[in-house]
T-cell receptor
Framework: DSGVTQTPKHLITATGQRVTLRCSPR?????VYWYQQSLDQGLQFLIH???????AKGNILERFSAQQFPDLHSELNLSSLELGDSALYFC????????????????FGPGTRLTVL | AQKITQTQPGMFVQEKEAVTLDCTYD???????LFWYKQPSSGEMIFLIY??????QNATEGRYSLNFQKARKSANLVISASQLGDSAMYFC????????????FGAGTRLFVKA
């Protein structure tokens, strides 16, 4: 158990719908990262938040948005869903933000498997 | 542009033998970190080992060691004394300060350990 929780574990929805994925980081971790893992695209970095502020954006679609709340939990909102959005969405947390000599490990949650029908 | 390359889609190794999984990277940032993660069939991502760009010695964590060759931009994972439970997907990843602390992953190598 990494200490990172993600809900829900599975989500099945229809095209055009909107869903919210939730992530609670490990106690004390200020950074939250979101990733999408699909069969054809591999593991793609979406976005990084540190202590409530957006720090980096990766291959995140405009239909997707995220935020990190004052209690440090994070939500990833996916709207106007398409079949191609079906994937495993991971959240990871980390103590710090930059590249340092310590606190470099990202702890991954169990993921949310999204299926768009 | 930053890039991680894992050229071995699949690897076989005999139980109790050592195996090397290849990873090359590209970045212009002088400060970066390299990671290896294991993803078993159950789907979770398990951190294995980390190497910082300024670290003088290769990282080791139990049966895992990272063969870091900075000039060649390679960060190969060595697993000694393979076990059946090592069968999984292995991802090499890199974080750097370029572009705001994002982390990029390679395509992965699927390791099969034979009894």
């Amino acid at each position: 158990d990494s200490g990172v929780t993600q809900t829900p574990k599975h989500l099945i929805t229809a095209t055009g719908q909107r869903v919210t994925l939730r992530c609670s980081p490990r106690s004390g971790d200020l950074s939250v990262y979101w990733y999408q893992q699909s069969l054809d695209q591999g593991l793609q970095f979406l976005i990084h938040y540190y202590n409530g502020e957006e720090r980096a954006k990766g291959n995140i679609l405009e239909r997707f948005s995220a935020q990190q709340f004052p209690d440090l939990h994070s939500e990833l909102n996916l709207s106007s869903l398409e079949l191609g959005d079906s994937a495993l969405y991971f959240c990871a947390s980390r103590r710090g933000q930059g590249v340092r000599n310590s606190y470099n490990e990202q702890f991954f949650g169990p993921g949310t498997r999204l299926t768009v029908l | 542009a930053q890039k991680i390359t894992q050229t071995q889609p699949g690897m076989f190794v005999q139980e109790k033998e050592a195996v090397t999984l290849d990873c090359t990277y590209d970045t212009s940032d002088p400060s970066y970190g390299l990671f290896w993660y294991k993803q078993p069939s159950s789907g979770e991502m398990i951190f294995l080992i980390y190497q910082g760009s300024y670290d003088q010695q290769n990282a080791t964590e139990g049966r895992y060691s990272l063969n870091f060759q900075k000039a060649r931009k390679s960060a190969n994972l060595v697993i000694s004394a393979s076990q059946l439970g090592d069968s999984a997907m292995y991802f090499c990843a890199m974080s750097s300060n370029t572009g705001g602390f994002k982390t990029i992953f390679g395509a992965g190598t699927r390791l099969f350990v034979k009894a």
